[in-house]
């Protein structure tokens, strides 16, 4: 079994749209982000937290945010979807313990808004 | 705010051939992290290799180096005996020391490997 696991895989939804995508983790690691990938741009932070009641805005928190509900799960929601938020979405994490391992990734969720 | 450059967007490369992917990134703080993740179409990132920035050494995994130039801040990534395995994106990263949180990434380079 997959040590970050996003669900769903693909999802294709109408603007306006409410979508919530959702991590959780086996690693038992405290820390938890949100990236997103689009093409010719690399992967760029939406969110992170270090712990059940930290949340910090990434460089890209417009239109998202998040739920820390325990210290294995994070997701991320878009409150009224857009076409421009079309993008893969990655969550990853790390530990604050072992802060010099390098953070680890789910497989994502391709997102796709009509 | 630290900056990540990938100057190449696409590259080629011979199986059994030599390529080297540049990176540079733009940071004030002395102690930091570098790492170099692949991307296949499968679309997972999977770590390459990683480099310390207080180690002068340059990392090595199996056929992948680096040549770190903390100087320059230049941090390039060679792969040696290219396979048609080794065909994907190829991220660069950074990750403060100070702050152990975000990576910041560079805008990918495509690898092609070709017969």
């Known amino acids: 079994d997959a040590d970050v696991t996003q669900t769903p895989r693909n999802r294709i939804t109408k603007t306006g749209k409410r979508i919530m995508l959702e991590c959780s983790q086996t690693k038992g690691h405290d820390r938890m982000y949100w990236y997103r990938q689009d093409p010719g741009l690399g992967l760029r932070l939406i969110y992170y937290?270090?712990?059940?009641?930290?949340?910090n805005k990434g460089e890209i928190s417009d239109g998202y945010s998040v739920s820390r509900q325990a210290q294995a799960k994070f997701s991320l929601s878009l409150e009224s979807a857009i076409p421009n938020q079309t993008a893969l979405y990655f969550c990853?994490?790390?530990?604050?313990?072992?802060?010099?391992?390098?953070?680890?990734f789910g497989d994502g969720t391709r997102l796709s808004i009509l | 705010a630290q900056t990540v450059t990938q100057s190449q967007p696409e590259m080629s490369v011979q199986e059994a051939e030599t390529v080297t992917l540049s990176c540079t990134y733009d940071t004030s703080e002395s102690d930091y992290y570098l790492f170099w993740y692949k991307q296949p179409p499968s679309r997972q990132m999977i770590l390459v290799i990683r480099q310390e920035a207080y180690k002068q050494q340059n990392a090595t995994e199996n056929r992948f180096s680096v040549n770190f130039q903390k100087a320059a801040k230049s941090f390039s990534l060679k792969i040696s005996d290219s396979q048609l395995g080794d065909a994907a994106m190829y991220f660069c990263a950074y990750r403060s020391v100070a702050t152990a949180s975000k990576l910041t990434f560079g805008t990918g380079t495509r690898l092609q490997v070709t017969l």
């Open positions: 937290s270090f712990d059940v009641k930290d949340i």
């Open positions: 990853a994490t790390s530990s604050t313990v072992n802060s010099n391992q390098p953070q680890h």
